[in-house]
């Protein structure tokens, strides 16, 4: 993959904003200055063609793109595109001659955030789902799960600082941290820590993702396309993203909080 020279400018994470804090104990505002978070609108080309509008932290921007067309099920490795370049807010992405083929005549624009695209789930991902149903490559010893959260807690440093962002990591069956991002949308991170563990050529599938956001469908089929085969997150699943995971042979963990935690899905991957 030919990677392009010119890498877009560094936008800030996070903006200084002028604000008044409100406490009603006090019975009076107060002038503050405090951090928000900062969203920034990139562009993901394919072939020369709009395919991607990310509302995004503008961090890693190759990353996402890159994690997004893995879990998308538009590529497998990182040998399936040809060049990539980022400059100013937009990436653009050449594939090989074959899935540029794959692609023609498909919708070009995708507005990515954190409602729902009206996910339909394609039939060729069950068959991708029914050999990772067999797969034990990763066995997960229980503690392993609060010493995930633990580690996304204390790296999440911009959602310490606004409040304003969620958080993804990637980490092998030992619990060490293999890819962390964070992003104003669930999704976005999630792309963006699979795309560093794509460019970096590791082996998906005996690694596992925690997240701070909501399990649905959208998460565990990305998920899916990228091989990973558990997920643990903070929060709460939605029915249909346990049906998908009961179907994938996708381990589901949910409201993983403090030495507590939810199996929804193929607990044999947890060794209690």
Not at 192 to 198: D, F, N, R, Y
Not at 214 to 224: G, I, P
């Amino acid at each position: 993959m030919k990677v392009g020279e010119n890498e877009t400018e560094r936008e800030p994470v996070t903006v200084e904003k002028e604000l008044l804090r409100c406490d009603l104990r006090k019975g009076f505002p107060e002038p503050l200055k405090d951090q928000v978070v900062a969203e920034g609108q990139l562009e993901l080309y394919i072939d020369g063609e709009h395919h991607t509008t990310f509302l995004c932290s503008m961090s890693q921007p190759k990353e996402l793109a890159v994690g997004h067309l893995v879990t998308d099920g538009l590529i497998s490795k990182p040998e399936d595109i040809t060049s990539l370049e980022v400059h100013r807010g937009e990436v653009h992405v050449d594939l090989t001659k074959k899935l540029a083929a794959r692609l023609q005549g498909k919708p070009q624009l995708i507005l990515t955030s954190c409602g729902s695209r009206g996910l339909k789930i394609p039939s060729r991902i069950w068959m991708k789902a029914k050999r990772a149903s067999a797969d034990l490559s990763i066995r997960l010893n229980p503690q392993t799960i609060p010493k995930a959260m633990m580690e996304l807690n204390s790296r999440a440093l911009t959602f310490r600082r606004t409040g304003g962002t969620h958080a993804a990591a990637l980490l092998d069956d030992n619990g060490e941290v293999l890819a962390f991002s964070e992003d104003i949308g669930r999704h976005n991170a999630i792309d963006k820590v699979i795309g560093i563990t794509i460019l970096k050529g590791i082996d998906l599938r005996r690694s596992f993702l925690a997240s701070t956001g909501r399990l649905t469908s959208e998460v565990v089929v990305k998920a899916v396309y990228a091989g990973v085969p558990v997920i643990v997150s903070i929060s709460a699943p939605t029915d249909k993203a346990i049906k998908i995971a009961e179907m994938a042979g996708l381990t589901l963990i949910g409201f993983a909080r403090g030495k507590r935690f939810n199996i929804y899905a193929h607990h044999e991957k947890i060794l209690f």
